[in-house]
């Protein structure tokens, strides 16, 4: 099976390596191609590797989640996105 290609994007050092551990987890293999601690480097990191998926948290500095998700709109290509957040009010 061919691995799914995936962006990290989370500020937080822990929870992206937490992140790490899960996708390693994961029945299907996930290959992380890149990881992103601001908005800004996500973006960046989504134009360059044109990943399958995105691990996208959604408060992030430079730029957050949904500002980096207009972004890549006027970009054309989007991949599928999974949201995470530490906080509540964003779940």
Do not use: C, N, W
């Not at 992140?19 to 293999?29: D, E, I, N, Y």
């Not at 191609?33 to 908005?39: C, R």
């Amino acid at each position: 099976m061919t691995p799914l290609r995936a962006v990290i994007a989370e500020d937080e050092d822990l929870m992206r390596a937490h992140l790490r551990s899960l996708v390693g987890a994961l029945k299907r293999p996930v290959e992380i191609v890149a990881e992103a601690a601001d908005g800004g480097a996500a973006v960046e990191a989504v134009e360059e590797h044109r990943p399958d998926l995105l691990f996208l948290d959604v408060q992030m500095p430079v730029l957050d989640g949904f500002g980096g998700i207009e972004k890549l709109m006027l970009g054309g290509r989007v991949p599928e996105i999974i949201f995470t957040t530490a906080y509540d009010r964003d779940a």
